[in-house]
């Protein structure tokens, strides 16, 4: 069992960055995702990276602006978010897959973290 902490969400301007980390004992070991969701909406898949080599994989919706990438001696996962968009405004939450390859859907996942907003105003 693992438990997920996230952070590093703020309000920020339209064009600015952040970077979300994901942290939790043995994440090493698991396939992690991010998702949002955004107030009356459903969450929503944002990218996601193997255990292991840490390949990614990406909504169309953040390609070419997002990156995730993990750390496994700090057993951190991030969310690297450039060129920020009122419309990636949402609660962001890191999902973790014991036995999945990827967890690129809500089903996919074994465990969730608390979320951290982002607030991005134009």
């Known amino acids: 069992q693992v438990q997920l902490v996230e952070s590093g969400g703020d309000l920020v301007q339209a064009g600015d960055s952040l970077r979300l980390s994901c942290v939790g004992s043995?994440?090493?070991?698991?396939?992690v995702g991010w998702f949002r969701q955004a107030p009356g909406s459903v969450r929503e898949f944002v990218a996601t990276?193997?255990?292991?080599?840490?390949?990614?994989y990406y909504a169309d919706s953040v390609k070419g602006r997002f990156t995730i990438s993990r750390d496994n001696t700090k057993n951190a996962v991030y969310l690297q978010m450039n060129s920020l968009k009122p419309e990636d405004t949402a609660a962001y939450y890191c999902?973790?897959?014991?036995?999945?390859?990827?967890?690129?859907?809500?089903?996919?996942?074994?465990?969730w973290g608390q979320g951290t907003q982002v607030t991005v105003y134009p």
């Open positions: 999902a973790a897959s014991q036995w999945g390859s990827t967890v690129s859907n809500v089903g996919e996942a074994d465990y």
């Open positions: 043995g994440l090493d070991n698991y396939a």
């Open positions: 990276i193997t255990r292991g080599r840490g390949s990614p």
